[in-house]
Structures are given as structure tokens and as C-alpha cells.
């Protein structure tokens, strides 16, 4: 110090150690700073792209939660529908309940001259009308010859038209409909005839190729049998694989095979998992198609290296004292692994198996493969009904020309994503119980 | 080891074991023991005995195989697949190693604390209840919570404890954890009890406690602990065995080891030359 002190000049010139480190430390903070900032930077863009995403979703696929039900008067003209015997189920069933319709909207609207005219008259009400109409005498049998006021389910163009409306009738989307059906639909509006209800279709039916009908329950059933077989399957058999790859395997070189084989197999392209369960399940074993045992056992075999490897490194997480102290009292492997591993591991493992399932829920090609995506109309009641699932499904309807299946493209989506959290959520509360606090 | 030091860097391919190594009332013995990890020779030639009610001490600086040795005496090695056991041991006349010896019998004669405590991640009665159930030692609930009292009131943690039984073992602080975890060792019943530097972990009062503790026991069990710490050697055992490299240097009486040891390499370990 005495040195610096006595060379003034030098001092000057060279800054002291302090001065340095001061000058570096401000260069550290600002690079401490940018290095933050960066993984901000991530987390908002990743952010962002979540709520377009979401935003988009919503925005397109709200509107198919409503659905437009047109009011007419019908008339149960017991000649009409050829019922002679009001207690005869038979003839209430096969009754052709689309003449009241047709009769009905005639009435209304005589400008309909032409047979062309009438067709599209007639167009403007789903041919799911006469189902409710149907259901409606079937309930109440003394409506027979009576004149009733029904809310009766519109045609997709007209839903279609008056959701795009608003206040302003030149935003409408016209599409199909021709002039005539426009100013139709359009005295509906004044004489307040039509209007928008909660749409309970889209909950409780299959699908169809009348958007309107098309339901999304189906699909919903279809996974859900589809993932518990998944379940049911790749959960045991992954935990009890793991369980013994890490506890009695013994280390040697078909060991190492196997592991490396797992590895593979995880990072393996889901449809090549499709085409071995249609080459396997449909072509060996001669299961049927399209059934959700046939998806789920394909979604197993796709499912399976997750949760090995996941479980391998919850068991891998157990501390070896935990073990060393059960063994020293006596206890056998088998009641080391089910007293005190696989207790210890649950969460972990449940964690993998939780990403695992959530993948096969989304999952799409490999269900294209074993013929899950056909047109379906029947709710699937078991594994081995014929179905499709929710991704499929979305495939399916996003396919479709109508415009009225964009909207439930949406919807399913919204769907596919509440299932999924419902699934995360449940599982995550699981293991948070099964999580021990000490 | 100081390789310098003349007096102690010396060959010890040719040493053999001096003192008393063997026991008239030996509950367990050791003969011509050889344990090697892989290739790499851990114990070398190392005969023992442990007497009736004894408490004997194994010293010896780190790596010299004192824990290894202590290990197989109630096969926790085997759970190591490199390591391989030569020799004879014997819990009184039965041979441990014999293959006809059941291993979850043989822990249950022969019960093991280790360095660090590690109590299971459940309650203490469940920690101490484990190893009875597992064994099916109790046959009714009553008897179980016997055993748990009797085990807890014998580890000295039954005063600490007794209003908490059902709060987690593994929030005690670490001397009790021991205790908990002697607790569970005893509540087996076993004849022998290894101690794996029990107390390493532990604060000097804890250490206190647990020596006292390993007093008490030697009345009913037989102990054989490893330890770092050549004063809780002199304070808890009747005979001390100096370990070095892998072999078996001296067993003497623990007050002849640290007042008047026969090896040189004993009294330079105990004077701090090395270890």
C-alpha cells in the first residue's frame, strides 16, 4: 500500500483492483439482467401463444354451445300422420311426423308456389324436427288433432345466418340460402318466431352429417373407454416392468438391450404404433375394427416407455437408506419394494403416467390406423362397440364442408382441452395425496 | 497413511493379528474372513469373535474395511453384487452364510443401526411397529403396542414420544431419530446388534445419550459397533479390534488398546500419528 501511495502518477494511470471488479460488476449485472430478461422473453412468448390459442378457440367455437330453434304452430292431424289407433305405439312410431312440419310451414308461408320453393321452405327446419315431434306424442298422446306451438330445431343454414346476424342484417353469412329462405327466415326475426337456446344436442347425441345434430358424445365415450383401457393396461404393466428393471434385473448386457430397446421405443412415431396394432390386433388376432379394446391396447404398446422410464427414475429417487433400514430389520425384497419403493415412488411415477395418458388422449394417427375414425352415429356402450375418439373426431368435423361444423371443430376442441384438464387435475390431486409431508 | 513416517510405512502383507481375538462365550465368530469388491481385496484374513453380552468396538482409520466387515455379518452386503465372501461366519453355531440360511431369519437374530438415521417416512409407532408386523411377532393389536412401548421405553424415547406416536418419524430431531431407529432394531428381538457409527451424525449430547443408551443394551444384547471416535471406543466397549488396510491388527481389552496397545501401528492410530 505504501508502494501506491508514494506513485501517485501510476495510481492514476492503472485503477486499482476495486475499480476494476467495480467496473466488471456492472458489466455482471447488466449480462445477470439480459440473462433474466431472456427466460421472461420465453415465458411470455410462450404465454402469448396460449391465449391466441385460447382466444381463437373460443372466439370460433362459443357460438356452437347455442343453437337456433325456429316456433311453429303444428298441427297433430291424425290423417296426416295415418294414426287410427291412438294406443298403438307401433303406428305413433313409424308416423311421418315431417308432413306436420312441412304442413306447418306451409301454412305460414304461402308464397312457397313452386315444388323448388317448397323445397327450400322445407330446408330451413332440421329433419330432426319430427324426432321431437315424435317424442312429444309419444309423452303426451291427447296432443293428437291438437294445434301446439313448438320450439323445432333450424336447419344449419338458418342457425348459421342468424348467429352471424347481429343487429344488421347485411353482416349475415347468406351461403346456401337463397333469397327466398333469407326473406323467410328474416319475418321469423320480426315476428320474434325464432331464437337461440342452449345447445343440449351437441352434449347428448353422436355425431351426424347434419351439423346440427351432431353431438360430441360419441366421441367423448369413445375416449373415455379408449383411455381406460390405456389405463388399466400400461400402468401396471410399466410399473411392475420398472420395478423389476431396477430391483431384480441383474446388470448385464441383455439388461443394457432391453433399456436401450425402451429408450427407442419411446421416441418411436405414434402411427408406426397404429400400423403394429393393425397388423397385430386387427390382422392376427382378428379383433374388429374401430373399437375402443383395439385403441386402447394400441395406445398401451404407445404409452408404455413413458412410464417405465418415468417410473424407473422414481424408483431410482427412493434413498438406498430407506431400503438398507427395512432390509436390516428383516424385511424380504418383495416387502422392501411394496412397504416402502413403490410408496415412495407413487407420485413420481404417477407424474410420468399422467404426461403418458395425457398423450394417448391426444393422440391421432395411430387410432386412423385401426379404423377409430369412421363415421359413428351410436354412442358406444363398452370397449367393444365401435367408436371414435375426441382428436378423431375434431379430424373429422374439421374436415366437413359445412360451415356450421367450424364452430363445432371449436367446441370440440374446448372439450378435448376441459377433459384433458379434468384428467391432469385429478391425477395431480392423487399424488398430491399420496405425497407424504414428512 | 503418512508414507514418510519410517516407523509405520512397513509392509503389512505378512501382519498378523495380535492380542485376544477370540472369546470363550463367543455369540458370533468370524474366521478367515476375505471380502473383495470386484477385483479389489477389501478384508484380508481377519478372524473374530464376538462374546455373550460384549460390546466390542472395531476402529481403524477410513476405508479400512471396519463397516464392510460389520456389513456381513448380518448379509447387508448382499445386497452389493460386486462384492464376494470368503470364510466361516458363525452366529453361535449357525453358519450364516450357509445356503440353506434364510437371510430374513438371520436379520432378525441380527439387527443393524446405521450411520445416518433413517427412520421410514411414517409415524413413529408404524417405525417401530414395522418390524414385528413383518416378522409377525405380535398377534394382536395390544401386543403390538407392547412391543412398541417396550422398545421406545428401552431406546429411552418412550417419555419424548408417548404423546405424539402417531407424528412422523422423521420430524424427530437426529438424535432421536437414532434412538427411534435403535428402537425399531430392538423391537425385533434380536440377539445381536451391529452399529454402524451411530452416532457420527449426532450432536455431543445426542452422542451422550445414545452411548448410555448402548450401555444399557450390552445387559441384554450383544453389541459390536463401528466408530470413528477411539473415546466413545474406550467409553462403550469391553474389547476394541484396530483395523487397518483390511486387516485385523489387534483385539485386546479396550482399556489394554488405549492405555498400553501391543501394535505399533494401534499406538500410532491412537496417538494420532495417523487415521
Excluded at chain 1, 209 to 229: D, K, N, W, Y
Excluded at chain 2, 186 to 214: Q, R, Y
Excluded at chain 2, 250 to 256: I, M, R
Amino acid at each position: 500500500m505504501t508502494n501506491l501511495s508514494s506513485q501517485p502518477a501510476a495510481n492514476a494511470q492503472t485503477p486499482s483492483t476495486m475499480d476494476l471488479v467495480n467496473k466488471n460488476l456492472a458489466k455482471r449485472y447488466r449480462a445477470e439482467k439480459r440473462f433474466k430478461a431472456y427466460g421472461i422473453a420465453a415465458i411470455l412468448f410462450g404465454l402469448a401463444c396460449l391465449v391466441i390459442l385460447f382466444t381463437d378457440i373460443v372466439s370460433k367455437g362459443h357460438s356452437a354451445f347455442l343453437q337456433t330453434y325456429v316456433y311453429l304452430e303444428v298441427t297433430y292431424d291424425a290423417d296426416t300422420l295415418e294414426i287410427d289407433d291412438i294406443n298403438n305405439p307401433q303406428q305413433i312410431a313409424i308416423a311421418d311426423y315431417s308432413a306436420l312440419v312441412k304442413a306447418s310451414l306451409r301454412q305460414q308461408f304461402t308464397d312457397a308456389k313452386s315444388r323448388k320453393e317448397r323445397r327450400n321452405l322445407y330446408g330451413l327446419v332440421s329433419n330432426g324436427a319430427s324426432f321431437t315431434l315424435r317424442e312429444s306424442l309419444e309423452d303426451n298422446p291427447a296432443l293428437l288433432n291438437q294445434t301446439v306451438g313448438v320450439w323445432l330445431l333450424a336447419d344449419d343454414d338458418v342457425d348459421t345466418y342468424y348467429k352471424s346476424r347481429g343487429d344488421d342484417k347485411a353482416d349475415a353469412f347468406v351461403g346456401r340460402l337463397v333469397p327466398k329462405q333469407v326473406a323467410w327466415i328474416e319475418t321469423w326475426i320480426t315476428n320474434q318466431q325464432i331464437k337461440k337456446r342452449f345447445n343440449t344436442t351437441f352434449f347428448t347425441s353422436g355425431d351426424s352429417r347434419e351439423p346440427e345434430q351432431a353431438g360430441i358424445l360419441g366421441a367423448m365415450a369413445g375416449s373415455l373407454f379408449t383411455l381406460l383401457v390405456t389405463i388399466i393396461l400400461s400402468f401396471p404393466i410399466g410399473v411392475a416392468a420398472a420395478v423389476y428393471l431396477e430391483e431384480y434385473a441383474p446388470k448385464n448386457k441383455l439388461t443394457d438391450f432391453i433399456e436401450v430397446n425402451i429408450n427407442n421405443l419411446a421416441a418411436v412415431p405414434s402411427i408406426i404404433f397404429g400400423l403394429l396394432g393393425l397388423a397385430i390386433f386387427i390382422g392376427y388376432f382378428e379383433m374388429h375394427r374401430s373399437l375402443p379394446l383395439v385403441g386402447g391396447l394400441v395406445l398401451s404398446l404407445m404409452t408404455l416407455p413413458t412410464i417405465i422410464i418415468s417410473s424407473r427414475a422414481a424408483i431410482k429417487s427412493v434413498p438406498p437408506s430407506i431400503r438398507d433400514a427395512a432390509l436390516g430389520l428383516g424385511a424380504s425384497k418383495m416387502q422392501v419394494i411394496l412397504h416402502h419403493v413403490l410408496p415412495l415412488s407413487m407420485p413420481g411415477m404417477l407424474t410420468g403416467a399422467i404426461i403418458g395418458f395425457a398423450q394417448a388422449l391426444g393422440e391421432t394417427a395411430p387410432l386412423l390406423m385401426i379404423g377409430m375414425v369412421a363415421f359413428i352415429v351410436d354412442i358406444p356402450g363398452g370397449i367393444s362397440d365401435p367408436s371414435t375418439v375426441l382428436p378423431v373426431q375434431i379430424f373429422l368435423w374439421s374436415d366437413s364442408p359445412e360451415r356450421a361444423f367450424i364452430e363445432r371443430t371449436s367446441a370440440a376442441i374446448m372439450v378435448l382441452l376441459a377433459f384433458l384438464i379434468t384428467m391432469n387435475t385429478f391425477a395431480i390431486l392423487l399424488r398430491n395425496r399420496l405425497e407424504r409431508r414428512w | 497413511m503418512n508414507e514418510n513416517d519410517p516407523q509405520i510405512s512397513q509392509d503389512i502383507t505378512n501382519l498378523i493379528t495380535v492380542g485376544n481375538a477370540f472369546s470363550e462365550h463367543a455369540k458370533m465368530s468370524m474366521r478367515n474372513v476375505n471380502v473383495f469388491y470386484a477385483d479389489k481385496q477389501a478384508i484380508h484374513d481377519v478372524s473374530l469373535d464376538i462374546g455373550k453380552n460384549e460390546v466390542v468396538a472395531m476402529i481403524g482409520p477410513s476405508g479400512c474395511g471396519k463397516s464392510t466387515f460389520l456389513r456381513c455379518m448380518n448379509r447387508m452386503n448382499d445386497t452389493i453384487d460386486s462384492c464376494r465372501i470368503e470364510g466361516d461366519f458363525r452366529l453361535e453355531e449357525d453358519d450364516i452364510y450357509h445356503p440353506n440360511q434364510d437371510v430374513v431369519a438371520l436379520r432378525a437374530r441380527v439387527g443393524i443401526v446405521f450411520q445416518k438415521p433413517n427412520p421410514f417416512p411414517k409415524s413413529i409407532y408404524d417405525n417401530v411397529a414395522y418390524g414385528p408386523k413383518v416378522h409377525g411377532l405380535a398377534s394382536s393389536k395390544t401386543d403390538l403396542d407392547e412391543i412398541v412401548e417396550t422398545s421406545l421405553v428401552r431406546a429411552g424415547l418412550w417419555n419424548e414420544v408417548k404423546d405424539r406416536l402417531t407424528a412422523a418419524g422423521t420430524g424427530l430431531s437426529g438424535g432421536q431419530q437414532q434412538r427411534l431407529c435403535i428402537a425399531r432394531t430392538i423391537a425385533v428381538g434380536p440377539e445381536v446388534i451391529l452399529m454402524d457409527e451411530p452416532c457420527s451424525a449426532l450432536d455431543p449430547i445426542a452422542t451422550a445419550k445414545i452411548e448410555e443408551l448402548i450401555a444399557e443394551l450390552s445387559q441384554n444384547f450383544t453389541i459390536a459397533i463401528v466408530t470413528h471416535s477411539m473415546q466413545q471406543a474406550a467409553r462403550v466397549s469391553q474389547r476394541t479390534a484396530y483395523f487397518h488396510m483390511g486387516k485385523l491388527i489387534e483385539v485386546n481389552d479396550t482399556k489394554k488398546v488405549f492405555t498400553n496397545p501391543e501394535h505399533e501401528l494401534t499406538e500410532a492410530y491412537i496417538t494420532g500419528r495417523f487415521g
